[in-house]
């Protein structure tokens, strides 16, 4: 499933050492290595501890983990949206993910310049997150507008339901992004969704905010006046914040795996920032897990929540999804509880479950199919 999220944010806020943290930290998995795909595009591990745990119950001959794909967007400055410094290229790479991390400066460091052309090293995360979300209201706007005349005339003139319809979402979103907001503080309708989906703006798609701190003060983010401003405003956007160090981060990614858990204890963390970024931007996606497990392998596979099972059963191979009969299913948390499938059916709670079933979070699938 690819899906991914982009990772943005103004120089020198510490986007390109988070993300080289991740594309370190990803090459260091032992049983699921790192695959760059292009120069600006990792792979890396979702951190799942079922995973494990199914691992150690069936002792299968390998053990692969889902995956998820960040994205490294081209640097923004002021004046993006009419194609300032390298906009032209950030706009377009930040089409193409399905989220937006947003990496925001909450440190203090005399020897980094805030933005380009500034001495001063001044800290205005609230500033920094208005010009980046300001570039992408105004490329919405830009292209709202383009719409609204020939829309409006068609459903002036023609009158059909389309065109009704599309106007009047137009008309929903124009006065907000007009005064400064996204396109995500609106609620939509089902229906009215189905058009926005094919706006293809920049500012509905889903963001988590990251709120890059000194590797001291880490451990208590509660503490730092950046982080509460930073939280207060995703408040207003109904959006989450993971508060990491990249620095450290980034040498957490060049240790080993026993020597990593030090480190995070001497820095006062039970897991690594990335870990509950990866996490947190799965889950902003709406994804969840479903796993295959057997001698021979044991797997998880990502799903976006509400699919079906012979839909699930395509994410593996379309012949599954073709030739469908029934999924035998049974929960993480039985399996877990009863020590084996065996145990599992001899309670009752193995079941067959058919092409109508919504796949779970944590269902433990195998699919019967006939091509």
Do not use: C
């Amino acid at each position: 499933m690819a899906l991914t999220a982009g990772i943005v944010g103004l120089p020198n806020v510490g986007k390109s050492t988070l993300f080289n943290a991740i594309t370190k930290a990803g090459a260091e998995a032992a049983n699921y290595p790192f695959a760059t795909i292009d120069p600006n595009v990792g792979m890396v591990e979702v951190p799942d501890e079922r995973l494990q745990k199914l691992t150690e119950l069936i002792t299968p001959k390998k053990t692969i983990p889902t995956t998820f794909e960040f994205t490294d967007i081209a640097g923004i400055v002021k004046g993006a949206s009419k194609g300032e410094g390298l906009g032209n290229k950030f706009l377009s790479n930040i089409r193409q993910v399905d989220a937006i991390v947003h990496v925001v400066r909450a440190f203090d460091d005399e020897n980094v310049m805030r933005e380009q052309g500034r001495e001063d090293a001044f800290v205005d995360p609230i500033a920094d997150i208005d010009t980046i979300n300001l570039e992408l209201i105004l490329a919405d706007l830009e292209s709202i507008n383009k719409r609204y005349a020939r829309v409006e005339k068609m459903a002036r003139t023609q009158k059909d339901k389309d065109s009704l319809a599309e106007f009047a979402v137009l008309e929903k979103i124009k006065p907000v992004l007009e005064d400064g907001l996204s396109a995500r503080t609106i609620d939509f309708s089902t229906e009215e969704e189905k058009i926005v989906k094919q706006l293809f703006l920049l500012t509905t798609k889903p963001v988590l905010y990251v709120a890059n701190v000194d590797e001291d003060k880490v451990a208590e983010p509660d503490d730092i006046d950046y982080v509460k401003q930073i939280r207060d405003f995703a408040a207003t956007e109904n959006a989450e914040v993971v508060v990491i160090s990249a620095r450290a981060e980034e040498e957490i990614a060049e240790l080993e795996d026993e020597d990593k858990q030090e480190f995070l204890e001497a820095i006062g963390l039970t897991e690594s920032g990335v870990d509950k970024l990866t996490r947190a931007a799965y889950h902003l996606l709406g994804l969840g897990t479903y796993f295959t497990a057997g001698e021979k392998e044991v797997r998880a596979w990502t799903f976006k929540r509400g699919i079906k099972a012979p839909q699930a059963a395509g994410i593996i191979h379309t012949d599954f999804e073709r030739g469908f009969i029934r999924a035998v299913t049974m929960s993480y948390d039985d399996l877990i509880q009863y020590g084996s499938e065996k145990a599992v059916k001899e309670a009752g709670r193995l079941r067959e479950e058919g092409k109508e079933y919504v796949v779970q979070d944590g269902d433990i699938m195998e699919f019967r199919f006939n091509v």
